[in-house]
């Protein structure tokens, strides 16, 4: 089974994750524009964090986004920061769902929520793009390197988010915030190559100092494509968004290219050659065309700190799935790959 079949989809709302589907019924009747019940809730199969569910009605469906229930570590799941950026984004022109409504009272079904539109496309987890002909991929490709590009381009001063983050000094606040958050976890486990990267990253962080806005996880998973054309209609999952350095970013989504895929969407060991995708290079200087850069050097800097960011939150993925509150059926297998994020990060940090 692959990840498609996996995440793709919805199917009955987990054991755990039920709440009281009347009581939202009455807060999208008074509070989001349009609604008519009744209501019927599925939960979708993807999501590794929040819990996701689609909502039926009659008239549209539409997406709810929760914390999820149970101990949560301080300061992850931000709901209210998800919700945000997706209102401030609504009227750029960059591919957002449109938000309906924000609840942050725990009364209501036991965790705070937003509620956004359903958009309808393609979602791809496989980051090959196995359904696409050889002669459609590039396109793809450059439709998610264009929209990545975009977002940076956005004044997140004029979108009203100038307080969304701490400006400058982004790798060092971000090595310190998931160093701690991994060592403050020690009932799901150590590497030795995560020590050695929470070592070796602060003292080889490149000169030079960017902001801009941040998805935090660019993935092909987190995009909504048009159903039959190369164009993407909304980028999801925006968690882990904040004001950072745009290279960071940018290497987090290029992360794919050494990313085995039966961890997240990733290309390591595929022939991208014979699948007509953008060799890495070719990636790179694609962004740097879009972003105004001539080059990005110290580029495995920004591939192995990302490694080690996704590994730290795999494993606090791998904390929740032992105390209970992972909101997947796949956050074991997720949460036990967190090793083998480090031993890539560290490889790549050493020049492998």
């Not at 039926?56 to 300061?75: A, E, H, S």
């Not at 359903?118 to 450059?142: C, H, I, K, Q």
Request: charged residues 25%; proline residues 6%; aromatic residues 12%.
């Amino acid at each position: 089974m692959n990840d498609q079949d996996t995440f793709g989809g919805t199917a009955a709302v987990r054991d755990g994750f039920a709440f009281d589907t009347a009581a939202l019924a009455r807060w999208m009747d008074d509070n989001v524009e349009g609604y008519a019940g009744p209501l019927q809730v599925e939960q979708f199969k993807g999501g590794q964090s929040n819990p996701t569910y689609k909502l039926i009605t009659p008239g549209r469906d539409y997406v709810m986004r929760r914390k999820p229930p149970g101990q949560l570590v301080k300061g992850a799941h931000a709901i209210d920061r998800e919700a945000r950026v997706i209102g401030a984004l609504g009227g750029t022109g960059f591919p957002v769902a449109r938000l309906y409504g924000l609840c942050m009272d725990d009364n209501v079904i036991g965790t705070w929520f937003y509620i956004m539109e359903m958009v309808e496309g393609r979602n791809f987890w496989d980051a090959t793009f196995p359904d696409l002909s050889r002669d459609e991929r590039p396109a793809y490709f450059d439709a998610m390197v264009s929209a990545l590009a975009q977002l940076h381009s956005l004044d997140h001063v004029a979108l009203g988010l100038e307080d969304f983050g701490k400006p400058g000094n982004y790798f060092e606040r971000q090595i310190s915030r998931w160093s701690r958050q991994y060592l403050d976890d020690p009932e799901a486990g150590r590497s030795a190559d995560m020590d050695w990267l929470i070592e070796w990253l602060p003292g080889n962080i490149p000169e030079g100092d960017e902001t801009s806005l941040i998805h935090g996880d660019f993935r092909c998973d987190n995009m909504i494509f048009h159903p039959t054309e190369p164009r993407i209609r909304a980028v999801l999952d925006w968690e882990l968004s904040t004001l950072g350095h745009p290279l960071g970013d940018f290497g987090h989504h290029a992360m794919m290219y050494h990313m085995p895929p039966h961890i997240v969407a990733g290309l390591g060991g595929a022939d991208i050659s014979d699948l007509n995708i953008p060799g890495e290079d070719q990636y790179l200087a694609r962004y740097c065309e879009l972003t105004g850069r001539t080059d990005i050097p110290y580029w495995n800097f920004y591939l192995a700190f990302n490694f080690f960011r996704l590994g730290a939150i795999l494993h606090g993925i791998k904390g929740r799935y032992l105390r209970g509150t992972a909101s997947s059926e796949q956050a074991k297998r997720r949460g036990d790959a967190f090793p083998l994020l480090g031993e890539i990060g560290r490889g790549l940090a050493q020049g492998g």
